[in-house]
Nanobody, 114 residues
Framework: VQLQASGGGLVQPGGSLRLSCAAA????????MGWYRQAPGKQREWVAR???????MYADSVKGRFTISGDTAKNTVDLQMDSLDPQDTAVYYC?????????WGQGTLVTVSS
């Protein structure tokens, strides 16, 4: 299973970025897909997930600011990040879970700074 994450970069506080996780197969072949992040010196933290049933869930720290969605035409799961804060600075990793086996994409760095 190949997952390709993209969309990271440098953004000012209050700005927006959109991350994309592209799968080489249908996103609905997975039970869930989503994102984790790891800030410097901190443990990896779960951010959001998208289920094959179309349900979404978010960590409290990003609820109301981040939106996860699936695009079946592109086989991507995207993370729209708004109202970004310096505390959102981290390497973001996408993942896919199929029947308990977790696959990871490479990380994409998001830096929120003025």
């Amino acid at each position: 299973v190949q997952l390709q994450a993209s969309g990271g970069g440098l953004v000012q506080p209050g700005g927006s970025l959109r991350l994309s996780c592209a799968a080489a197969e249908s996103i609905y072949s997975f039970n869930t897909m989503g994102w984790y992040r790891q800030a410097p010196g901190k443990q990896r933290e779960w951010v959001a997930r998208f289920t094959s049933g179309g349900d979404t869930m978010y960590a409290d720290s990003v609820k109301g600011r981040f939106t996860i969605s699936g695009d079946t035409a592109k086989n991507t799961v995207d993370l729209q990040m708004d109202s970004l804060d310096p505390q959102d600075t981290a390497v973001y990793y996408c993942y896919a879970n199929r029947l308990g086996t977790v696959y990871w994409g490479q990380g994409t760095l998001v830096t929120v700074s003025s």
